[in-house]
């Protein structure tokens, strides 16, 4: 009875655990649905008084970006905005021929009168922060607007972020993402459907309240001064744009979120590349748990539900390793439920799980019909996605989980970066790519056993017990059985 008790502890306190994200995310939601009806005035730089215009740097942290390097800066130099108030810089840590192609297309640029530099480090130490935090040395601008390689803003977009600075208290101005290549396949539908709900539920659930937002890497403009003021990017995280937007928060600088600015971008088309981002998000996600936790407690001045959101936020990546837990778990659970009868009314505890998938499913929707209506026939298609998504989320919770922990206990990892692909329609291929890893991890091993242990659940709903079965878990194990599954199939030969 030691064992089924410590698996008991173990199981309902992941559960409860998710049902505090979920209520984190409930909360987000009422504040999302508030701050759409509100209004806000902001002071803006009047941009047909040319003294208001400011001087804008924009940085390209790349790295063999062989695919996308030249339709990147054939579209940035697109932006519209006064040349003599305009730098780019292309921070460029290549080691492969992209180097070269890149620096003929500059030298071209240059000679047409813009203003771009190619900056090349001898190594990449600090990697993305380390190349971000070279070319500030030198930038010339106020303001400083960074785009990674698979980013296509359009042409108004410094004229529609940049105003904002006015209010001296404003630090960052982030943009949502939008996708280019939404609609390529199944793993893209999911990512977009995860992205659009963090771009609103969560990006304007927490900024309406001032809680803790992110800058997103990418598609968004800091001030300068509030980099050096916080203390400049650091490359001790996998996700230094967590780790910066957290510091300067702390010092008190104001975010901006604009939602209806949207910079579209590519997603990764295989699950490889995939991989490789999910496994920086969410190992980046728990090194900043380790490092800004007791940082948002300690200050004085923050509001405690301010400093709850805050915790809930930085342990985001970690809810994938509370589902591996319960999913795990939840099949000793049922034969445990059927074994001891008199345990039986304590297992109301699963009602958590499904109590927090409702939860979910209500926020989402409220995200998804506000970009794709709310017909029938919408519903209908956001249920199918919403599923999908679960499974397929589930599907990588043994990944992620593997990521949070090397997060949590510190071990150190190379930035690797995430392959483009340049995919401009449906029937692009992206076979030939030379970023491609070649073979599957053996953590792919792993999640085809966890795709026959949830097949084993599935049979166990029907043979537990004595009463003809047990089938309340019977959803959660086909869920994760397709989840994993499709992760792993599509891990061995990546075409999805």
């Known amino acids: 009875m030691i064992l089924e008790s410590i698996i008991i502890v173990i199981y309902s306190t992941a559960l409860i655990l998710i049902f505090m994200y979920a209520l984190a995310q409930l909360n987000l ?13 902001s002071l803006k730089f009047d941009f047909t008084n040319q003294a208001e215009i400011p001087h804008v740097t924009i940085q390209l942290p790349v790295y063999n970006e062989l695919y996308v390097m030249e339709r990147l800066l054939d579209n940035i130099v697109k932006l519209d905005y006064p040349n003599h108030k305009l730098e780019i810089q292309v921070l460029d840590d290549s080691t492969d021929e992209s180097l070269e192609s890149t620096a003929k297309q500059i030298k071209s640029l240059q000679n047409k009168g813009f203003d771009i530099q190619h900056i090349c480090r001898t190594d990449r130490e600090g990697f993305k922060a380390g190349a971000l935090k070279e070319g500030l040395k030198i930038a010339k601008g106020e303001f400083i607007a960074i785009f990674d390689a698979d980013f296509l803003p359009k ?33 893209t539908k999911v990512q977009a459907f995860v992205l659009d709900a963090h771009f609103t539920l969560e990006q304007v659930g927490r900024s309406s309240k001032g809680h803790f937002i992110n800058f997103n890497g990418t598609a968004g403009v800091w001030r ?53 981002q999910q496994f920086r998000w969410n190992k980046g996600g728990a090194e900043n748990f380790r490092k800004m936790i007791s940082r948002v407690f300690a200050n004085k001045t923050l509001p405690f539900k301010t400093k ?24 000793p659970m049922l034969y445990i439920k059927n074994e001891y009868a008199h345990l039986k009314a304590y297992f109301y505890v699963m009602s958590f799980f499904v109590i927090s998938t409702l939860i979910f499913f209500i926020c989402y929707w409220y995200m998804y019909k506000k970009t794709h209506g709310s017909t029938f026939k ?21 990944h992620n989980s593997i990521a949070v922990i090397e997060g949590h206990i510190g071990k150190r990892s190379e ?52 009463q003809g079965g047990d089938f309340g878990l019977f959803p959660f194990h086909l869920m994760l059985f397709l989840g994993f599954g499709f992760v792993f199939f599509n891990s061995l030969k990546p075409r999805v």
């Open 378 to 398: 919408d519903f209908v298609q956001y249920v199918v996605m919403f599923f999908t998504f679960f499974s397929i989320a589930m599907g990588f919770s043994l």
């Open 29 to 41: 939601l009422l504040n999302y649905l508030k701050a759409d009806k509100i209004s806000i005035e």
């Open 308 to 331: 709850i959101h805050g915790m809930l936020h930085l342990l985001n990546s970690t809810m994938f390793l509370n589902v591996l837990i319960v999913g795990i778990l939840s099949i």
């Open 415 to 466: 930035f690797v970066r995430t392959p483009k692909f340049n995919m401009n329609s449906l029937t692009d291929s992206w076979k030939n790519n030379k970023y491609l890893r070649k073979k599957p991890s053996l953590n792919v091993v792993l999640e085809g056993l966890l795709m026959l242990y949830f097949g084993f659940g599935m049979y166990s709903a029907f043979v537990v017990g004595d």
């Open 224 to 276: 300068k001064d509030c980099i050096l003021d916080a203390g400049n990017w650091e490359g001790d995280t996998l996700t230094e744009d967590l780790d910066l937007s957290y510091r300067a928060q702390l010092r008190d600088w104001k975010f901006k979120y604009l939602e209806d600015v949207e910079t579209p971008a590519e997603l990764p088309v295989v699950i490889s590349a995939a991989r490789s």
């Open 155 to 187: 042409p108004d977009w410094l004229k529609r972020t940049i105003p904002f600075f006015k209010d001296g208290e404003i630090g960052v101005v982030q943009a949502r993402w939008g996708h280019i290549n939404r609609d390529y396949s199944v793993l």
